[in-house]
């Protein structure tokens, strides 16, 4: 992905640009998949500082222009934070059009009942010495079609330790989930 950095009445430092180059990386991997080009614009209009960021890829493009008074470093994060935004809305547009059926309805969130059990009583003693699970709690979870990346996503944001999702490039339900170690394990169907 190539990367310009223009500064109008700003000069450029090597940590501005190191910052600038970091955080798009970031956002670019996490939710752009054909980026052509990234201009970033950086301007110092009085006592405004303004960062503006263009991303041009092969399906569409997303510009974002913010300012602040306080510094350019403020002024990038929340330019950053917009075009995440942007970028996350237009993949939505474009998946949403994609995922009609032929009758030009979209494709229904399907629910299903998850049974949660409490893990000291997973087991109840019956008079034949036999020990059998019983059912502590029922909850009903909605199963949205969404990329393997978004449902990362929504997991980071979440007070969830898993998320169950229609998984859109193999239409199969997958399960994200949070490890002990702080990466994410993918439960994934073989059929």
């Known amino acids: 992905m190539a990367t310009g950095i223009i500064g109008r009445n700003f000069e450029v430092t090597p940590d501005i640009r190191d910052l600038i180059n970091k955080k798009l990386a970031k956002v670019g991997e996490r939710l752009f998949d054909d980026v052509i080009e990234t201009r970033v614009m950086l301007q110092v209009e009085k006592y405004r ?4 960021i263009l991303v041009v890829g ?3 493009d997303v510009k974002t222009v913010q300012e602040s008074d306080e510094s350019m470093q403020d002024a990038i994060n929340q330019a950053l934070d917009h075009l995440k ?3 996350q809305k237009n993949r939505k547009k474009i998946r949403d059009h994609h995922r009609k059926d032929g009758n030009g309805r979209k494709v229904e969130v399907s629910e299903w ?3 949660v059990l409490e893990p000291g009583k997973l087991r109840e003693a019956n008079g034949g010495g036999q020990n059998r699970p019983r059912i502590i709690k029922t909850n009903n979870l909605p199963i949205r079609p969404m990329s393997i990346e ?3 996503l929504r997991l980071d944001d979440s007070k ?3 998320i169950v999702f229609r ?3 193999t239409d199969k339900i997958s399960v994200i989930y949070k ?3 702080n990466n994410i394990g993918l439960i994934a169907p073989e059929i």
Do not use: G, M
């Open 160 to 162: 969830n330790e898993f």
């Open 150 to 152: 978004e449902a990362a």
């Open 49 to 52: 500082n303004i960062c503006e």
């Open 179 to 181: 490890r002990r170690d």
């Open 113 to 115: 009942a998850v049974q």
């Open 58 to 60: 092969k399906d569409h």
């Open 85 to 87: 935004r942007q970028a």
């Open 167 to 169: 998984d859109l490039d």
